[in-house]
Structures are given as structure tokens and as C-alpha cells.
């Protein structure tokens, strides 16, 4: 494979872009001058290395799953452990670096969007120990099936605003974020919780949480002195995917699995599977594959999971999917809490509902694979969150 | 992108003589008077209703009417407008069935310049070759979309001004200088002056800020080649707001929000439209 070399003038091949009102180009291109600025800065450097090494917790472990390797019977199974990162999920790396450039960029208010609520909360723990004023938008029926997030967000010192408009899910969230910066871009900065959004933001947050893939480069190194064989994340917009991934796009030897949710089943059309069942199309400032209807609406999504119910993608996978570099498929609710509950019981360790998906993708893959061989899952967040919506699932009770 | 700049400039050239846009303007301006630019969205509460709105702001004085096709995630409007999009996609309405209603439209009023504002997507969506001809049957004469900055203009521009469409873009009080320019480059029919950082909507009033914008945007489309006229549009509402644009140097005001606020509000259809015409006929009287 040649050089991967992306983005190329804001594009992922035919993807991405900034497809954005005028009033965000002046903002956007400011941000791009200071990222470049700042990211080649060894005092930023340094001082971000600090906040996730110490604040944080970085490296996380990849730990070698020896009961989940024995009851699947195939291959070696590592997790990521991104759920023991500050905050509760891979999120924080991400936040940590926008928060602290936009401080160097003198913005005093950040805003973020959020799903699930993890971005939220990374959002408001990286303000408040940067010192930023931070507001969340997240959606009305996320801040119901997610209320202890909420709860953690206000605790951090941010102000939550419920989002009444379209589907109430992370889509809206998004919408309702974007007006905001419209309207008070002069003295703010948003911080996109995904490879998502106008360019730059994609290749930022790529980059900031590119390092999950290079620890796991280092820590498999050192454990069997190779590559793994297979990688795999759950995708929603894909950032703890894109982060696993991209230290070893180059790599052919190594596969990677992105898993999208399905729902209740694609056929039944309550799914989030961006990648499986969408078209090219443009949203967010990206053009990308989206889940829409022939008029270019964007359809409504369902996943139990609320940090993977987007009917988009980051357009770097839309554009891995293309040139088929990595493999997407899917995964059900019903599959996910199962291996939710499996991860719980074999490893004692309980899984967000978002990673449950790449967990149950991944046994199913190290069962067909040798035993000689290794697979890594990135176990992107703790599934503390998630126990109320997994005990009425279990109970019968589903939204 | 750049490159286009030449093509753009020759295009102009042709359409002069036919498009309903630059007539309009050309014969507002010899009456020395302002255009009053109306937008609704269309499938608002129904499409039929949408109809007799359209029919009672151009009796009432409407120079130029803006069709907004609903799309789903509408970043840049305010409440005001996302509800009436919402409740419209609700009904069914579809784009087909708005281009539809422009040919309707354009059957009783020949000379009206009708304008399409959405979102990229459901250009995208249908192809942008393809949407460009629909519409250009159905008597649409140019196209506003939000979302689509000069950087992503290549494909839109060729489709539009291959058939002779205006391509009206969007400039925001934070637009530099020499954006300005380029963007009055590829821009035809009129330019859209955003008043203030924001979305669409209704205000109370207006900063300073939003004069010195208008003056700084004024000298660049005086100076544009064929005198590109300049419209305001974001949070006028009322007589007092379209003088204070029109003291500041705009060609055209553009009312949104507060014509979505009144089909919201009054049930009545006779009443609507009877206050839709009145509340026009005082907008236009002070573009006078």
C-alpha cells in the first residue's frame, strides 16, 4: 500500500470536507492555523503528555482476557483498556487535547455535544481542570436513558441543555451545538466528541486518539514482539475506532473491524448501521454515508446504545470502507447485551454498551481465527452508565 | 476553484438579458425602490396553504419570493423556522412536491423571481445536474443554500450556471475582506448579507456591528462588475428594521422568521391571509 496520507485538502478521497454556513469558515480556518501552530509546540506537547499521563491515567493497560480466550476457544483475545482512562471512556483523550488548545487559542467557553454522555463528561472534567466555561447540548431522550451522566456533567461544572428539536438523539445534539457556535463564535470553541463534523475536526480528533493505537502497537510488541492479527472497535462516528486503526492502516498484515449497531436487525430498519445500509451523502458539515431516505432526510436511528445512534459516520471511515481497508459489519442490541453481560461474568469487568457491540464482533472472529493467532478489542468505555437500560432490557422493558 | 471565476463572469454576461432576478432589480431600480425578498417554508402547515401564502405576499407587494424546501437537520435556522420545517416534513412534503408548487406559482406570476433555499443534501441527494433542471422547468430562478461555502461550490456552480441559474451565496459580518471579493466573484442574482452571528429569527434590534457590515459588504458589491445587488436578511421584522437595512445600504430585505410567525400563530386561513398581505404592503411601502 502507498503512503496513507489523509486528509488531502480536507478530503478523505471523495469524503469529508466543510460543507458549513459562512459564518463557521472564519472559525473553522482559524482552528486549522492554530492546530497546526500548536501541535508542532513542545510546550503543548509537553503539557498535554502531562495532563493524560498523570491526570488521565495514560498508558492504559491491554490486558490479555485469558477466561474470554478460553470460553470462545480461538484466538488470543487483548482488550484495550480505554474504559480505565480518566472518565470512564476513551473520550477524555480527545478532550483533554481540544480543551487545552483552545485555551492556548484564548477561547474561555467551550460547548460540546454528546450522546451517551461520555463526551459530555470528558468535555466537563477536561474544562474544569483547564479552567473553561463549558455547556453541553445533548439530546432529550438521551439525557433520559443516560441520567447519571447528566448528573456527573453537572457535577464537573457544566451546564447541560436538553435538545427538544428532530429526534432528540446525538444528531440533534449536533444541530443544536452548531447554532450555538453560529452564534457565538467569536468568543467560543466547539469540541466535536467524533471523527465527525467540517474539517478539520475528523483529522483532529484522529489525532488525538491516534494514540490508542500506538499504544497498542508498543504494548503487543512487547508482549509476543508482533502485530496482532485483527483490531477491532464499535463505530458510531468512529473515533475510538479511527484511533485503534490508524497506527496500522498501513499494516496490511493487520485486519481491522469496525462494528456498527444494528438494532434491531437492518431488515427492520431500527438500526445505526451508518456503513452497511447508507448512501454518500452530506450532513454536518461532511459529506459521508449517511443513513437518509431517497429526498436526502436524514432518517431517524435506533441502537441501545445511545453513543451509536447516528445516522452518520466519520468520513475517513466512509472513505476505509471505499478503498476496503477495513472491514465493517454489525451488531444487534440483542448480541450486544449478551456480550455485555458475558464480558461481565468471564472477566468481571462490565463493558459500555458501545464497546459491548465490538466485544461480541470480537468472539465471534477469535472463534474462527487459530489460536496461535491475537485479536485485539478496544474496550472504549465503562459500562456503568449503561446498568439501568441493561436491567430493563433483561426485564423485558425496551425503549 | 478559481478557475471558474471566468467562466462566471461570461455567464453573467448571458443572463442578463433573461433572468427574472437581474430584471427585477434593474427595474427596482429605476422606480428607486428597495426589493422585499419573502421566504416561506414551503408544505407549511400544507402545501396547498402554501399556495395561497405565496399568492397573498406577492398582492401584498413581495418583489421576490424564497421557497424553502424542508430538510431535516436545518443547522442554520432558529426555532421559529426548524418548527415549521418539522411540522411540514411531517405532513410528507417532499422537494418534488415543492418545485411543483413553484411551477403553480409561475403559471399566474410570469415575472416573479422564485428562489430556492435548502440544504446541500437534498440537492446532493437527487444530483445536482438533475435538481438544477427539475427546478429550472418548474421556473425556479436561482438557489440559496446555506451550507454550501465557496470551497465546496465547484460541482454546485457548474450544474447551476450551466442553465443559466443565479447562485446567491451567504457573507457573514466575520467575512474577510478579500473573501468578500471571491465570493462576489461566483455569486449571481443578489448577495446574502447575513445581519448578525446567528441564526435565522426574530430579534428586537441590531448592533452596530451589523451597519458597519453592511457598509463594508456595500463597497464590494458596488464595485462587482455588473453592480451586484446586496440583500439583508436574518431578524427583520418590522418597517423600522427594513429602513435601518436600507439606510445602511442594502438593495433588498428579506423576511423570514416573522411571516413563519404569523402562519404559526393565526388558524384563521381568510385572517392569514389578509394579515399577510397587510403586513406586507407596510414592509414594501418602507423599501419605497
Known amino acids: 500500500m502507498k503512503k496513507y496520507n489523509f486528509p488531502f485538502n480536507g478530503k478523505f478521497g471523495n469524503f469529508g470536507g466543510k460543507f458549513i454556513p459562512e459564518t463557521l469558515v472564519p472559525a473553522i480556518e482559524e482552528l486549522e492555523e492554530s492546530y497546526k501552530k500548536f501541535t508542532k509546540d513542545s510546550n503543548f506537547k509537553k503539557e498535554l503528555k502531562e495532563y493524560l499521563e498523570n491526570y488521565a491515567g495514560r498508558p492504559t493497560p491491554l490486558y490479555f482476557a485469558k477466561n474470554l480466550t478460553e470460553y470462545v476457544g480461538g484466538a488470543k483475545i487483548y482488550l484495550k483498556r480505554e474504559d480505565l482512562l480518566h472518565g470512564g471512556a476513551h473520550k477524555t483523550n480527545n478532550t483533554l487535547g481540544q480543551c487545552l488548545l483552545a485555551k492556548k487559542m484564548g477561547k474561555k467557553r467551550i460547548i460540546a455535544e454528546t450522546g451517551a454522555g461520555q463526551h459530555g463528561v470528558g468535555t466537563a472534567l477536561a474544562s474544569a481542570v483547564l479552567g473553561l466555561e463549558c455547556e453541553i447540548y445533548m439530546g432529550l431522550k438521551d439525557t433520559e436513558r443516560q441520567k447519571l451522566n447528566v448528573f456527573r456533567m453537572k457535577l464537573l461544572g457544566s451546564k447541560v441543555h436538553p435538545v427538544k428539536s428532530g429526534t432528540q438523539t446525538l444528531k440533534d445534539a449536533i444541530n443544536e451545538a452548531l447554532r450555538d457556535w453560529i452564534t457565538n463564535v467569536e468568543n467560543t470553541y466547539y469540541v466535536i466528541g467524533s471523527v465527525v463534523g467540517p474539517h478539520p475536526y475528523p483529522m483532529i480528533v484522529r489525532d488525538f486518539q491516534s494514540i490508542i493505537g500506538k499504544e497498542i502497537k508498543k504494548q503487543i510488541r512487547k508482549i509476543n514482539g508482533t502485530l496482532p492479527n485483527a483490531i477491532v472497535a464499535c463505530v458510531g462516528g468512529g473515533s475510538n475506532a479511527i484511533g485503534s486503526f490508524y497506527p496500522f492502516i498501513s499494516d496490511q498484515e493487520v485486519s481491522l473491524y469496525g462494528i456498527e449497531a444494528e438494532g434491531s436487525g437492518i431488515k427492520t430498519g431500527k438500526h445505526s448501521a451508518t456503513l452497511a445500509a447508507g448512501s454518500s451523502g452530506i450532513l454536518h458539515g461532511m459529506q459521508t454515508y449517511l443513513l437518509q431516505d431517497k429526498m436526502g432526510q436524514i432518517s431517524a436511528t435506533h441502537s441501545i446504545s445511545a453513543g451509536l445512534d447516528y445516522p452518520g459516520v466519520g468520513p475517513e471511515h466512509s472513505y476505509l470502507k471505499e478503498i476496503k481497508r477495513v472491514n465493517y459489519k454489525s451488531c444487534t442490541d440483542d448480541d450486544a447485551i449478551k456480550a455485555f453481560v458475558i464480558l461481565s461474568e468471564k472477566e468481571g469487568i462490565i463493558p459500555a454498551l458501545e464497546s459491548a457491540h465490538a466485544i461480541s464482533y470480537g468472539m465471534k472472529l477469535a472463534k474462527k481465527m487459530k489460536k496461535s493467532e491475537d485479536i485485539v478489542i478496544t474496550l472504549s468505555g465503562r459500562g456503568d452508565k449503561d446498568v439501568e437500560v441493561v436491567q430493563n432490557y433483561l426485564n423485558g422493558i425496551r425503549d | ?288
Do not use: W
Open chain 2, 1 to 288: 476553484m478559481y478557475k471558474t471565476n471566468r467562466v462566471t463572469k461570461k455567464k453573467k454576461n448571458n443572463n442578463n438579458n433573461n433572468n427574472r432576478i437581474d430584471k427585477k432589480f434593474y427595474e427596482l431600480k429605476r422606480k428607486n425602490e428597495k426589493a422585499l425578498i419573502c421566504y416561506v417554508v414551503a408544505g407549511f402547515p400544507d402545501i396547498m396553504s402554501s399556495e395561497h401564502i405565496i399568492t397573498s405576499l406577492i398582492n401584498g407587494g413581495a418583489d421576490i419570493i424564497e421557497i424553502g424546501i424542508p430538510f431535516s437537520d436545518p443547522i442554520a435556522d432558529g426555532s421559529t423556522i426548524q418548527y415549521a420545517i418539522q411540522k411540514s416534513l411531517i405532513s410528507g412534503t417532499t422537494p418534488d412536491m415543492c418545485l411543483e408548487l413553484a411551477s403553480r406559482i409561475r403559471k399566474t406570476f410570469t415575472n416573479v423571481p422564485l428562489i430556492i433555499m435548502t440544504y446541500s443534501n437534498i440537492l446532493y441527494r437527487k444530483g445536482y445536474i438533475q435538481f438544477a433542471k427539475k427546478a429550472k422547468e418548474c421556473g425556479i430562478d436561482g438557489f440559496i443554500i446555506p451550507d454550501i461555502p465557496m470551497e465546496e461550490s465547484k460541482e454546485y456552480l457548474n450544474a447551476m450556471q450551466n442553465i443559466g441559474m443565479s447562485t446567491i451565496f451567504l457573507v457573514s459580518p466575520n467575512t474577510a475582506e478579500k473573501r468578500l471579493k471571491m465570493i462576489s466573484r461566483i455569486c449571481t442574482g443578489f448577495l446574502y448579507a447575513i445581519s448578525v452571528y446567528g441564526t435565522t429569527g426574530e430579534r428586537q434590534g441590531f448592533d452596530e456591528y451589523t451597519i458597519e457590515s453592511i457598509k463594508r459588504v456595500k463597497k464590494v458589491t458596488a464595485a462587482a462588475a455588473n453592480g451586484l445587488p446586496l440583500a439583508v436578511g436574518f431578524g427583520i421584522s418590522n418597517p423600522k428594521h427594513v429602513r435601518y437595512m436600507i439606510n445602511a445600504g442594502a438593495d433588498a430585505v428579506i423576511i423570514g422568521s416573522a411571516i413563519i410567525k404569523k402562519i404559526q400563530e393565526i388558524e384563521n386561513k381568510e385572517t392569514l391571509l389578509n394579515t399577510l398581505n397587510r403586513f406586507i404592503y407596510e414592509l414594501k411601502n418602507s423599501c419605497k
